[in-house]
């Protein structure tokens, strides 16, 4: 497949983030811009109106190398996975989880040294995605297996060995946690009440997803396979044997 073709059939929210994280870090690269105008600090933003630096610091992944090809082979493993996924026709759903997501991490942020927040965001898609695939069967670089709401911390783990700090991806779990408890288990506890609901202004730049959602609902025999498998907020999928 073309890599133009593959670009095109990125889901919309995937594809955007991905194309803003590519231009900023390559605009870095070039010189164009500077790490230092776009890095999280609360002083600047609050105190001298750099308002940009709370979208910003989700964009820049480090210099161009193998380690920023690793960050965005795992963002677009995730993030297109949970849109494709669990958000399946829901696109505003996914951006207005994110940006959540992104408020959670920037309150966190002034009380722990980290400039740039767009891997704590991916760790936040990591673990949404392994709470709703909780019968999914994982492997570890092929020395053991483990279902996958263990897989946030098997990378975290895995950070720990490799000396680097687990505040990154404790602040994603952190707020893939309070996202998956207030979308997905309180709902059920409160008869079906949401706290997260999406508002309206974020559904309205997505009128594909209302167009969708308003077709008839009949399905063929196999969706309840596909239900089972990309469970909607607040359902939990019975075991359906090993994937």
């Not at 949970?82 to 959540?100: N, Q, T, V």
């Not at 609901?197 to 594909?208: E, I, Q, Y």
């Amino acid at each position: 497949m073309a890599i133009e073709d593959w670009y095109k059939q990125l889901p919309p929210v995937t594809r955007a983030y991905i194309t803003l994280c590519v231009l900023t870090t390559a605009g870095c690269a070039l010189e164009v811009i500077t790490p230092f105008n776009i890095y999280f600090n609360a002083r600047l933003i609050f105190q001298k109106g750099e308002v940009w630096r709370l979208l910003t610091t989700f964009m820049f992944f480090g210099s161009l190398g193998l380690d920023f090809v690793f960050h965005m082979f795992f963002l677009i493993k995730y993030s297109k996975s949970l849109e494709e996924g669990s958000f399946r026709g829901r696109s505003a759903d996914f951006l207005w989880m994110l940006l959540i997501g992104g408020a959670v991490l920037t309150c966190c942020a002034p009380f722990v040294n980290i400039q740039f927040l767009g891997s704590s965001l991916t760790f936040m898609m990591v673990y949404v995605w392994a709470r709703r695939h909780q019968y999914v069967n994982l492997s570890f670089l092929g020395i053991f297996t483990f279902t996958a709401p263990y897989l946030p911390w098997v990378l975290l783990a895995f950070s720990v060995v490799l000396r680097s700090s687990p505040v990154v991806d404790l602040m994603g779990m952190l707020a893939g946690h309070a996202y998956y408890f207030l979308e997905d288990v309180y709902p059920r506890m409160a008869h079906g009440r949401r706290p997260l609901k999406t508002p309206g202004f974020v559904k309205a730049l997505f009128p594909a997803d209302q167009i969708q959602s308003s077709r008839p609902t009949a399905a063929p025999a196999a969706a309840p396979a596909a239900a089972a498998q990309f469970p909607a907020p607040g359902v939990v999928p019975p075991p359906v044997g090993h994937q």
